[in-house]
């Protein structure tokens, strides 16, 4: 029988996250506060703990996980590496596919590596209550979770159009004691803004962050913080065990070094999380292929402009320097919830203006169907975020057959689409269309950009 499954032992597991900060050849610029000058960490005390604003300014390679996080994490980490043989079978090539499967996880993806050490760190500071957004619900059930197992209280705004569309997502964070609302919500002043004027919006993480962030700050007691489950810095920090630990199982398995590393990105966690260890690897000299995959409907990366922009949709947070389709973009509603985000994180940013990454959009029936195959052949169900990964997966192996070479594609398998069954219905109905976001929404979305100040693209040369 072939071992198609690399385990690691727990005593292997990362004892440290990687942080691309502190290799980056170009520094990120800083974020802005609402006078235009550089944000100073005492600014962000009222939304964040300290001991997580240390984290997101620090430029230290290498941060200790605390035991006790660790010891929650090993839960269901180390994650397996898993071998794609019956995807490679199929099409027939010479690649060796491997995946790192995050949809093993209580929450069924990526998102409590994150979600455990924020809850952790609020706790160690004092904080009872946490708020936040969520998409397609994968971020909000995780926090739920990390908040039950750490004692925390927990409310959640969820996108309306994942609110509807995956109502066990909903459930899920009520069994872990988790508040959940619909986002845009009659709670806050912003919700209720926006539905005042647009009372028919399929809603927007921009538009959920707002309220979680309202709802933070209006907090009399200072007992509430806000935690956010992509972008920033920390967030794609704790993120890193899953490319770590293949970096490891990797070598295992005999490989010295994948050809091509892939990720689905929205905000930018689950891309981060697989591949920064391997971007520090490309800085030092290796020949990767490091690939973010983001949908046609919100095609940040791939059509959107390098500047400050807030990330949300009401203008409480900071100024940040990344790419962005303006904060009051409104995506599609698409099934793949957790991709529909405006911005792309700052570090995922400035990787790419460097050029160590190289960024592709994809349809929605593209990435069904890339689903599709995978049920068929591998046997699992995908979220409709981790399909992205898959079809790109499948195009690097057929390109890995076409030039006649025995390439090692590596991705990261961020989640499981068994809440997601509605999107994968409307798929076999043929109720799903290809949809490339038009030039002139576009162009809307950013013309209030022109009134911020400027984001300069430093870069090495290199690549």
Known sequence: MRNNKIFLNQKDMPRRWYNLAADLPSPMQPALGPDGNPLKPEMLAKVFPMNLIEQEISTKRWIDIPPEVLEILSIWRPAPLCRAFALEKYLKTPARIYYKDESL???????PNTAVPQAWYNKKFGIKRLA??????????ALA?????IGLKCKVYMVRISFDQKPMRKTMMQVWGAECVSSPSRDTQAGRDILKKY?????SLGIAISEAVEDTVSDKTGHTRYALGSVLNHVLLHQTVIGLEAKKQLKLAGEKKPDVVIGCVG????????????VRDKIHGEKIE??????????????GPFAYDFGDIAGLTPLLAMFTLGHSFVPEPIHAGGLRYHGMAPLVSQAAVEGLITPRAYDQVKCYQSAMLWAKTEGTICAPETSHAIACAIDEAKKAKEEGKKKVILFCYSGHGLMDLAGYQKFLSGHLTPYKLPKHKIEESLCMLKHFPRAKRLKSGRW
Do not use: D, R, Y
């Not at 490091?290 to 059509?303: D, F, Y």
């Open 105 to 111: 996880s209580p929450a069924g993806s990526h998102k």
């Open 132 to 141: 936040t957004e969520t998409g397609a619900g994968q971020w909000g059930s």
């Open 145 to 149: 979770f990390a908040c039950n197992m």
């Open 199 to 203: 009372p028919h919006t399929p809603g």
């Open 267 to 278: 905000g930018g966690s689950n891309f981060a999380g697989i591949a920064f260890p391997f």
């Open 290 to 303: 490091i690939i973010p995959v983001e949908p046609t409907a919100c095609p940040t990366l791939t059509k």
